[in-house]
């Protein structure tokens, strides 16, 4: 059976043990997550990952990507689904399409949204759910998830029903991710990411420089740029105090599974690429080119 039908399956049937995961992590009616109620599993070391992200002639890779806001989740997990051909599903995006169809939720979900709290699992896994099974009906299969799981609560939720091969943490410091936020900008008609900031943090105690060109876009977007209403710096503060609080112990989650790859960026594209394929074992793939274009 499918991630998707499995996920279905959860949340449609009372008498399967999967549904009382899923139940007592619904018990909240509310739209926004308390951010109460987390409990950690017991810490273990973190094995070696490399085994892990050995590509597997069965299935398709199902990889998490889990980092601060603004660390370039979108952008690697992205390069790395068309490298590996399968989708990259952005739980950001879906709230965002779903603000942008003036649905039901749409209000309540800009107030959440744009106010840098999280919105309630329930919603967030309903979003993901409908996105799997479009994806599936046209013959999608495996992932690299963006942005989920981002509490405990959707951490067991995903734990029961599907096995998740590997979960890379981007890392940066944060005044380079404040920076980062703050600089993106969006082509609102071709929806293409840049960013207009130039980030130069002098190493201190022993630590490299950091330096990130800008990624400017071409003359064609230049006059539709857009900033995400959620990229102001109070915001941006909010989402990171929110990461720490709500998403920090879903790192320990799968650190404790020997799941978890850190990976701390040295800089811009052009460096981190290359370095990160390194990390994944994935420097000799066939089609690696084409994924850095
Ligand atoms: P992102 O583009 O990943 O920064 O997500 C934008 C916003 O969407 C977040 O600040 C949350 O309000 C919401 N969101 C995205 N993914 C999740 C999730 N897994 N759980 C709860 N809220 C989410």
Same mark, same amino acid.
């Given at each position: 059976?499918?991630?998707?039908?499995?996920?279905?399956?959860?949340?449609?049937?009372?008498?399967?043990?999967? #549904?009382?995961?899923?139940?007592?992590?619904?018990?909240?009616?509310?739209?926004?997550?308390?951010?109460? /109620?987390?409990?950690?599993?017991?810490?273990? *070391?973190?094995?070696? *990952?490399?085994?892990?992200?050995?590509?597997? !002639?069965?299935?398709?890779?199902?990889?998490?990507?889990?980092? $601060?806001?603004?660390?370039? +989740?979108?952008?690697?997990?992205?390069?790395?689904?068309?490298?590996?051909?399968? *989708?990259?599903?952005?739980?950001?995006? #879906?709230?965002?399409?779903?603000?942008?169809?003036?649905?039901?939720?749409?209000?309540?979900?800009?107030?959440?949204?744009?106010?840098?709290?999280? @919105?309630?699992?329930?919603?967030?896994?309903? #979003?993901?759910?409908?996105?799997?099974?479009?994806?599936?009906?046209?013959?999608?299969?495996?992932?690299?998830?963006?942005?989920?799981?981002?509490? %405990?609560?959707?951490?067991? %939720?995903?734990?029961?029903?599907? /096995?998740? /091969?590997?979960? @890379?943490?981007? !890392?940066?410091?944060?005044?380079?991710?404040?920076? +980062?936020?703050?600089?993106?900008?969006? $082509?609102?008609?071709?929806?293409?990411?840049?960013?207009?900031?130039?980030?130069?943090? !002098?190493?201190?105690?022993?630590?490299?420089?950091?330096?990130?060109?800008?990624?400017?876009? *071409?003359?064609?977007?230049?006059? +539709?740029?857009?900033?995400?209403?959620?990229?102001?710096?109070?915001?941006?503060?909010?989402?990171?105090?929110?990461?720490?609080?709500?998403?920090?112990?879903?790192?320990?989650?799968?650190?404790?599974?020997?799941?978890?790859?850190?990976?701390?960026?040295?800089?811009? %594209?052009?460096?981190?690429?290359? !370095?990160?394929?390194?990390? #994944?074992?994935?420097? /000799?793939?066939?089609?690696?080119?084409?994924?850095?274009?």
């Amino acid at each position: 059976m499918s991630f998707l039908n499995r996920v279905l399956r959860a949340r449609a049937l009372s008498s399967t043990e999967t #549904l009382l995961f899923v139940s007592r992590a619904f018990s909240s009616s509310s739209c926004v997550n308390s951010g109460t /109620d987390l409990q950690l599993g017991a810490s273990f *070391p973190t094995k070696p *990952p490399s085994s892990l992200t050995k590509i597997s !002639k069965d299935r398709n890779v199902q990889w998490v990507f889990l980092g $601060c806001p603004g660390v370039g +989740k979108g952008t690697y997990a992205s390069r790395l689904s068309n490298m590996l051909g399968v *989708p990259h599903i952005a739980t950001g995006d #879906l709230v965002r399409d779903e603000l942008a169809s003036s649905g039901p939720l749409a209000s309540q979900l800009a107030e959440i949204v744009n106010h840098g709290k999280l @919105v309630s699992d329930e919603i967030i896994i309903n #979003l993901l759910s409908k996105r799997l099974e479009a994806g599936e009906a046209k013959g999608e299969s495996g992932f690299i998830l963006d942005g989920f799981p981002r509490t %405990i609560r959707q951490a067991e %939720i995903l734990e029961g029903v599907t /096995d998740i /091969d590997l979960v @890379v943490n981007l !890392k940066l410091q944060e005044e380079a991710l404040v920076a +980062k936020c703050l600089g993106r900008r969006i $082509c609102s008609e071709c929806g293409g990411n840049y960013n207009v900031a130039c980030i130069d943090i !002098k190493g201190e105690n022993g630590s490299p420089r950091m330096y990130m060109a800008p990624l400017l876009p *071409p003359a064609h977007c230049e006059s +539709k740029l857009i900033t995400r209403p959620d990229d102001t710096e109070e915001v941006v503060k909010e989402r990171l105090r929110i990461y720490n609080e709500m998403t920090r112990p879903v790192e320990e989650f799968y650190r404790s599974r020997g799941k978890l790859l850190e990976f701390n960026l040295p800089g811009g %594209i052009p460096e981190s690429w290359p !370095k990160l394929l390194q990390a #994944l074992n994935l420097e /000799d793939h066939d089609d690696k080119q084409s994924a850095a274009a």
